[in-house]
Every structure is written in C-alpha cells, then in structure tokens.
C-alpha cells in the first residue's frame, strides 16, 4: 500500500499567517528606526563617525531584504496551502468523472 501524505491546510495557511505578521513587525521596526539610523552621518570628525555610517548603512540594507524575504515566505505558505487545496479538489473532481471509452462497459 502506498504512502500517504496529508496536509495541514488550515495549519500551514495559520503559519504563514503568523509569519506575516512577523513581517508587518519588522516593517514597524524598519520605518521607526531607519531614521534613527542616519543621524551616524552627522558623527564627522569622529574617528568612528565613518564606521558608525557604514554599520547604519548596512543595517538598513539587511533589515529592508529581511523584511521582504519574511513577507515573502509568508506569503508562499499561503498560497501553497491554496494551490494545494485547489490541486486535491481538481484531482478529487476528475476521479469521479464518469470514464468513456471502448474500454469502460456500459
């Protein structure tokens, strides 16, 4: 008998979910203290004002592509979850449709 597989749809559309809001967080975070971040620039002078500008430049750049790649994997595992669901409701469709053919008594 084969294997079978099942999938946790209501699961795995609350996980995505849950990682998106994660996403919205770091969103706030990155809109609140991006900001906060720049004033390192005003450090000219200092011997570590250059240092400072580069750390908040590079900060920024890695929270902006974090942000977007946990939105993103949120969004996958909901569509997953739908694509799954549509792909198990096409498959279960098409097993009860009547087969025709010089095969199939009628």
Known sequence: ??????VDLPGVT???TAVDDAAKVLDTAYTDYTPKLAGASALTGWATGPQLTSGAQTWTTYLA?????VR?????LVQSAKDYQATDEA???AVQQPMYGPWVPR
Do not use: W
């Not at 008998?1 to 099942?6: L, P, R």
């Not at 993103?72 to 996958?76: A, R, V």
């Open 65 to 69: 592509d974090l942000r977007g790649d």
């Open 72 to 76: 993103g994997y949120g969004e996958d």
């Open 1 to 6: 008998m084969a294997d079978v597989t099942k």
């Open 14 to 16: 609350k996980v995505g």
């Open 91 to 93: 498959a279960a469709a």
